[in-house]
T-cell receptor, first 112, second 116 residues
Framework: QKEVEQDPGPLSVPEGAIVSLNCTYS??????FMWYRQYSRKGPELLMY????GNKEDGRFTAQVDKSSKYISLFIRDSQPSDSATYLC????????????FGTGTQLKVEL | GAVVSQHPSRVICKSGTSVKIECRSL??????MFWYRQFPKKSLMLMAT?????????EQGVEKDKFLINHASLTLSTLTVTSAHPEDSSFYIC????????????FGEGSRLTVL
């Protein structure tokens, strides 16, 4: 079993839809949770960063962490074609330096 | 956010030659940088952790003699792919953090290596 599981997609939605992206994990020691967006042939870009459980909102993006279920989510409201990219979840343990464990990424396409 | 610059963005080389990729933190100092390899439609695979002033820490299965990492200063790390072969063709990405232990990493733009 992988430490971090993420549905690779592809996920195709119409413009304006609410997108839900998810990851599950097995290591209960993970405390820091991140979402990165990666456009084709580019490096990942940090979107959201949360510590422990709870919600965090930034514009059209909301990150949720449920540590009891070992489940994290990223919601994108009013999705735009420019949101079309691969979304990677990542997480780390306390005291693990800055070494992250990544999911495989979900490819999202927002269509006009 | 912090800026990490990676160069070159694309390189094509002949089999048997060596290629150097640079990773620079432009507006912050990074005591630790990370090097990843990414295959098409796959996630990032951590290759090694680059520590300023000391030897890199390689992940299991990564050949340290093939992938030479040097972290000469707080703003520069280099990855040299030695005696490159076609199977080394991949997308190589570096990352760095402005603060230790936060997990908040900033990534370079990546370098596409093609070995003929």
């Amino acid at each position: 079993q992988k430490e971090v599981e993420q549905d690779p997609g592809p996920l195709s939605v119409p413009e304006g839809a609410i997108v839900s992206l998810n990851c599950t994990y097995s290591n209960s020691a993970f405390q820091y949770f991140m979402w990165y967006r990666q456009y084709s042939r580019k490096g990942p870009e940090l979107l959201m960063y949360t510590y422990s459980s709870g919600n965090k909102e930034d514009g059209r993006f909301t990150a949720q962490v449920d540590k009891s279920s070992k489940y994290i989510s990223l919601f994108i409201r009013d999705s735009q074609p420019s949101d079309s990219a691969t979304y990677l979840c990542a997480m780390k343990i306390t005291g693990g330096g800055n070494k992250l464990t990544f999911g495989t990424g979900t490819q999202l396409k927002v269509e006009l | 956010g912090a800026v990490v610059s990676q160069h070159p963005s694309r390189v094509i080389c002949k089999s048997g030659t060596s290629v150097k990729i640079e990773c620079r933190s432009l507006d912050f100092q990074a005591t630790t940088m990370f090097w990843y390899r990414q295959f098409p439609k796959k996630s990032l695979m951590l290759m090694a952790t680059s520590n300023e002033g000391s030897k890199a820490t390689y992940e299991q299965g990564v050949e340290k003699d093939k992938f030479l990492i040097n972290h000469a200063s707080l703003t520069l790390s280099t990855l040299t792919v030695t005696s490159a072969h076609p199977e080394d063709s991949s997308f190589y990405i570096c990352s760095a953090s402005a603060q230790a232990n936060t997990g908040e990493l900033f990534f370079g733009e990546g370098s596409r290596l093609t070995v003929l």
